[in-house]
């Protein structure tokens, strides 16, 4: 089974910008479909965007334009690059890996990075 950790939050002012990294061991990260997601309390988990195996990219209306989901199949490691981030950005950001054969339901989960925007 895969295994997930996520790390590059922090506290950024509105308007700046952070890289976040979902670090794969365990697996053949490149078979691997990821999304990432984002919480925060009280509400329902979101998700921001995907990337396939081949390269194929989705993402939520709201973060459109500002952030880009990568992958570095040679390093077993996903990012998530957030531009312009707006105070509405700040949440809990997790990563999730699965087969397309299950589907993100069937994936597994990092523990997930905070990120907060605020003056």
């Known amino acids: 089974q895969v295994q997930l950790v996520e790390s590059g939050g922090g506290l950024v002012q509105p308007g700046g910008s952070l890289r976040l990294s979902c670090a794969a061991s365990g697996s053949i990260f490149a078979i691997y479909a990821m999304g990432w997601y984002r919480q925060v309390p009280g509400k329902q988990r979101e998700l921001v965007a995907t990337i396939t195996p081949s390269g194929s990219t989705s993402y939520a209306d709201s973060v459109k334009g500002r952030f880009t989901i990568s992958r570095d199949n040679a390093k077993n490691t996903g990012f998530l690059q957030m531009n312009s981030l707006k105070p509405e950005d700040t949440a809990i950001y997790y990563c999730?890996?699965?087969?397309?054969?299950?589907?993100?339901?069937?994936?597994?989960w990092g523990r997930g990075t905070q990120v907060t925007v605020s003056s």
């Open positions: 999730n890996l699965w087969r397309l054969v299950t589907g993100p339901q069937g994936g597994t």
